[in-house]
């Protein structure tokens, strides 16, 4: 189905209903989509007026995907003038907004917000004065603001991640001037900080193993990744270091987590198995392409859409093996998902979904 406007936001579904955000008339009109998961009938739109800001060529005027949680659907736009956030009911009713000044960044917004229990989590990681914000979701009210240091925009979306046997989450948010940072989603007190990271961070913290991963980069490729493990640090302690890796990384596009295994897609194509425990590469191969959205898993597959609309499928695993690329017929910055056995990628101006086969059962 066509979506107006463009844009490199991810859909996001909860249960009959799928979000979208994008952008239309170079930018001046940003909002939400709501669409039926499963026919692609529109049920409505919403969109507000903003002015022209500076972009990174790779950017788009709406690259921060929506997050739900069942009862209204919340959006970042932002411009040189104001970084919006709004609430909308599930059917299109708007429950509230709140604007802030605008976002200092030379290549645009682009992070995603993310929810904890009643909280909405806003990165606001800028070129200039920082911070990691949370808002009631229900009324829109300021909670808390955690300031940050800042040296460039960061484009990652905060994780957010429940150690084993704790009854407590942690929000790990990524910068390049405070490294790995892991605070309380409830007050926004920093629970424990890595060291910086020397590049801009895009990818979203990652955790496998019992490490926390994150990865930095400049000019199209990544630099540097830190393995942190963070049972090891306090609020005055950095985490131990269990893993640093200066080649065959990404920049933009997140690592996922298997296992025993790390997977790393290249934004130029090279795809790597990495045993992070025996610091091994498995198996790097190239398959082709560029890529500015992060890879999926899904029942033992990876997918990933590069710059030209292509969807790689790979079999994760120790050794490497092609399922298939099929074209999706125009350019995608977009990450793949996945709800109620359905697969969902977006392109530029469109929106596909593929039907999921059940397991034949014996």
Request: hydrophobic share 35%; net charge neutral.
């Amino acid at each position: 189905v066509t979506i107006p406007g463009e844009g490199h936001s991810s859909p996001v579904i909860w249960e009959e209903y799928l979000f979208v955000g994008t952008a239309q008339d170079t930018g001046s009109q940003r909002g939400i989509v709501c669409l039926n998961s499963a026919t692609g009938q529109t049920l409505w739109t919403r969109f507000k007026p903003f002015r022209a800001n500076r972009k990174h060529d790779k950017n788009s005027y709406y690259s921060a995907s929506p997050v739900t949680d069942g009862e209204r659907v919340y959006s970042l736009a932002a411009d040189d003038q104001r970084y919006s956030i709004t609430a909308y009911s599930v059917t299109g009713e708007l429950a509230w907004e709140v604007d802030l000044p605008g976002f200092a960044g030379q290549h645009g917004q682009g992070a995603s917000p993310v929810i904890y229990r009643n909280l909405l989590v806003v990165p606001n990681d800028q070129d200039g004065p920082s911070s990691i914000m949370a808002f009631d979701c229900a009324t829109g009210k300021p909670v808390w603001t955690t300031p940050r240091a800042s040296r460039e925009a960061s484009y990652a979306t905060p994780a957010l991640w429940q150690p084993q046997g704790a009854n407590d989450f942690q929000l790990l948010c990524v910068n390049g001037a405070t490294g790995i940072t892991s605070l309380n989603p409830l007050t926004g007190k920093l629970n424990w900080q890595s060291a910086v990271l020397p590049q801009r961070t895009v990818a979203s913290a990652v955790v496998g193993q019992g490490l926390v991963y994150a990865h930095c980069g400049q000019g199209g490729k990544g630099t540097l990744l830190l393995g942190v493990d963070p049972l090891t640090a306090t609020s005055d302690r950095p985490p131990v270091e269990k893993l640093r890796k200066d080649k065959q990384l990404p920049y933009v596009p997140c690592l996922v987590a298997d296992g025993p295994y790390l997977y790393l897609w290249g934004d130029g194509g090279i795809v790597s198995c990495f045993d992070p425990a025996a610091d091994k590469t498995l198996w790097s191969e190239r398959v082709g392409g560029k890529f500015s959205g992060s890879p999926i898993m899904v029942d033992g597959k990876l997918f990933c859409i590069d710059e030209e609309g292509q969807v790689v499928a790979l079999k994760t695993g120790p050794k490497y093996e092609l399922l298939g690329k099929n074209p999706l017929g125009e350019t995608s910055h977009s990450t793949p998902a996945v709800a109620n056995g359905r697969l969902y990628f977006r392109s530029i101006h469109q929106l596909a979904c593929i039907e999921g086969t059940s397991p034949t059962k014996p």
